[in-house]
DNA sequence: CTGAAAGCGCTAACAC
DNA sequence: GTGTTAGCGCTTTCAG
């Protein structure tokens, strides 16, 4: 157990040949070296023989490149940043890159100290995910000559993929105030959850007012309520409500509609559908919740797919790309 | 963005010092080598000035130990992998560990050809969350002299923490059972989702018939339906039934939950809460769905807190602890 | 087709 | 209190 681990010089030693040969041969390169199929079989044998693992700390060291990629990711307690997690660990194994996550806890301390952390592992690329301050990291990274993308929310500094969130919204709003229409409904609409200061809030709200401007309505401004995405918080400012109750709801996340839930829940609406709503992201669960009619699932393989070409386009100045999302209509 | 990095010699050399002294002061050991707060003060500086990053790779090869933490994952896809997959980002770092955490799809290959990986970057232990065949990675690690640790599956090679799932499972069947006799219902109970040959499965539906025992019952065998956890699994046998329909229905996991809700939303049953179930995991969502009464939530900071306990305490002999879960009962 | 040898950037003795 | 030096295990010219 505490004994030595086996190295490439033990290997040629037992395989009759040299450390290089034993580490072309290991590190998959001995195709293009031309080394022999005979010896290299015989390296092989004693590697699985002696349960030899490449040392891959000493292979970045050498080599420079570490064909490791970064992922800053804020949580992982939705199904958005979930899906986010697995395709990227998907895209980069396929790239042939080792994937390192780690969760930054909506910190924004946090995550500039897992950026500095990436970076001492001589990541390749840091793919900062709704970082609160994308172009901080963006920093860091030039600094130090590795490679950043930012998805989900966008930065001024670095390639930037994130979801149509304007046009989600302005549909999702469309199917809302087209149901208040056919149900008789002529109240106002409620906007809840997110931060004013959040981009993508803040594109989400323009959507909602250009589907009430499209049809020559006006959204009720004290119903927009950007009161944080924390369920606590949209509890509390629903209870507190001093404007008219609305005719319906539009959610801006999954976490958000936990608050609003447990809301309606409690105040005997959610069972009956009384007040229908939509909601921003995706969730199995919700989805099949009384009232929903609509839920904006972005389009995640696509936004990591653009990602990942832009990654190996070698890539890296500033743009955006907008991924429309894909709408899921209950019942 | 593409001259050579900044090394402890340069600093060395801007500080007017020896590389010796900058190692220390980086790496945080420069007290222990009683190096001056004056020198100290001045490499942090220039390193300060030179956006110096450490090479953590060339430390962790030079010095044997590299502080890294590695766990095997599953999925992201539900809120019980999420809770471990930040308890365990949360626990390492406080034990100053480098958590690296990799998803394995349910994929038995996948799962080894991950453990070689994480040993590949010398760390310092695997943690094995679910894994189909814990005792072979055990293998792996004890090979390379890796700690190993088993989370929510046990083996028989390694330290094995998971929940207690036979009591969980006698407790949800008792609410169950209990709530059937309230409102006056006789029939059968259903048992639905897992695979018979996984341990916790099994556990499960040992609880599920100790319940039925302690009251003098005998449950209905053709109604334990261990059909995988997929939810188009679940739907399709749910569809398929051929056995008179259920009173009630325990439900083996959040994921098959998925397929039995569609289920009953498309037979109409959900909306009626004509079929009251129970559900073994949580999630926020799935415990305001119409007739459920109760989901056993997993007591993940309890459980991480125990493996890092036994990590810290070196130790890594085989053993089985087993961790309550929490009840939420509904409403 | 194969081998020798020079480091990658850092740490840990050990010397002063 | 600080500097010198010998590697950690691997990759990569370059010479045969």
Request: net charge neutral.
């Amino acid at each position: 157990m505490s004994k030595r681990r086996t190295t490439i010089y033990d290997l040629a030693t037992l395989a009759d040949t040299s450390p290089s040969v034993v580490s072309a041969v290991m590190s998959g390169s001995w195709k293009k070296r031309r080394i022999s199929e005979k010896t290299a079989d015989r390296v092989f044998k004693v590697a699985e023989e002696n349960g030899y693992s490449r040392n891959i700390q000493a292979s970045v060291l050498r080599s420079a490149r570490s064909n490791i990629v970064g992922m800053i990711l804020p949580k992982y307690d939705n199904r958005y940043f979930g899906a986010i997690a697995e395709a990227f660990e998907t895209r980069a194994r396929e790239a042939g890159l080792f994937p390192v996550i780690t969760c930054a806890q909506r910190d924004p301390d946090l995550e500039i100290a897992a950026a500095r952390e990436l970076v001492s592992y001589r990541v390749d690329a840091i793919i900062a995910t709704g970082a609160t301050d994308p172009d901080r990291i963006t920093g860091i990274c030039k600094d130090a000559g590795v490679k950043s993308f930012n998805l989900d929310l966008p930065g001024a500094l670095a390639p930037s993929v994130l979801s149509d969130n304007e046009d989600g919204a302005r549909t999702l709003t469309d199917i809302l105030l087209d149901h208040c229409a056919a149900t008789g409904r002529s109240g106002p609409l409620m906007f809840i959850g997110g931060r004013v200061a959040d981009h993508n809030t803040a594109a989400r709200i323009e959507g909602f007012r250009q589907a009430h401007r499209d049809r020559g309505l006006t959204e009720a401004t004290d119903l927009i309520l950007p009161c944080g995405y924390a369920p606590e918080k949209a509890y509390a400012a629903l209870m507190s409500l001093k404007a008219s109750t609305p005719q319906a709801i539009f959610v801006n996340s999954t976490i958000t509609l936990e608050g609003v839930i447990r809301w309606l829940s409690e105040t005997d609406r959610l069972m009956k559908g009384e007040l229908p709503f939509v909601c921003f992201d995706w969730d199995p669960f919700g989805a099949l919740l009384p009232g929903n009619l609509a839920m904006a699932r972005q389009d995640v393989p696509k936004m990591m797919s653009v990602v990942f070409d832009l990654l190996s386009e070698e890539q890296n100045t500033p743009s955006k790309v907008l991924v429309p999302c894909l709408m899921e209509r209950f019942p």
